[in-house]
């Protein structure tokens, strides 16, 4: 079947512009996360959906960060205002359950560059 | 909290050889441990995981690790290296709610 997808699977943009990052989860999945995979940071986690709540958004590294998750599927994640250290590839995952013992499924990514 | 530690960010083999990434684990309760694989480019991929059944765990394409609650360690090892493993390895233990990741060992594998 169809694994995650995310779009786009790259994007430039100028400091100061926001972008907006999809994520299509695996159907069938409540449970939808993202992380953020940057040289400095390694692979971090930003916020866990369930169904389409949100209830960890830890993660998130400043208010110019938000998400949402509608009709308990896809999943934008919204950056404001861009700086150049939110340069990073940013992923996508989804699972069955949440729980923490099931895989979780990742997306390809979308490589975010703030020029 | 939980934790991982990858103990060697880089090791390289020759093809053929055995292949032994190392990892260390925090956990203040019985953990649910992974690894994951990325090559150049491409997403993450499981690999194995342990969720206290067999603390022998055997994944795919060879690979396969131990619990040990003793040494708190989860090793990833491999008997006979194929350049095809070239890539990034991850270490994670899950809270519920979140993967946490250790900060990666990257595989060489030599002719």
């Known amino acids: 079947g169809a694994g995650v997808s995310q779009s786009p699977s790259n994007k430039v943009t100028e400091k100061g512009k926001d972008v907006e990052l999809r994520c299509d989860p695996i159907?069938?999945?409540?449970?939808l996360y993202w992380y953020r995979q940057s040289l400095g940071q390694g692979l971090e986690f930003l916020i866990y959906?369930?169904?389409?709540?949100?209830?960890?958004k830890s993660g998130l590294p400043s208010d110019r960060f938000s998400a949402e998750r509608t009709g308990g599927s896809v999943s934008t994640l919204t950056i404001q205002r861009t700086q150049q250290e939110d340069s990073a590839v940013y992923l996508c995952?989804?699972?069955?359950?949440?729980?923490?013992?099931?895989?979780?499924?990742f997306g390809p990514g979308t490589r975010l560059l703030v020029l | 909290a939980q934790s991982v530690t990858q103990l060697d960010s880089h090791v390289s083999v020759s093809e053929g050889t055995p292949v032994l990434l190392r990892c260390n684990y925090s956990s203040s309760y019985s953990p649910s441990l992974f690894w994951y694989v990325q090559h150049p480019n491409k997403g993450l991929q499981l690999l194995l995981k342990?969720?206290?059944?067999?603390?022998l765990v055997k994944g795919i394409n060879g690979f396969e690790a131990e619990f040990k609650k003793s040494e708190t360690s989860f090793h990833l090892t491999k008997p006979s290296a194929h350049m095809s493993d070239a890539a990034e390895y991850f270490c994670?233990?899950?809270?519920?709610?979140?993967?946490?990741f250790g900060q990666g060992t990257t595989l060489q594998v030599k002719p």
């Open positions: 959906f369930q169904g389409n709540s949100a209830p960890d």
């Open positions: 994670v233990v899950s809270d519920p709610g979140k993967l946490i």
């Open positions: 342990y969720t206290s059944a067999a603390t």
């Open positions: 995952a989804s699972s069955t359950s949440g729980t923490g013992q099931e895989t979780q499924y």
């Open positions: 159907s069938g999945h409540t449970a």
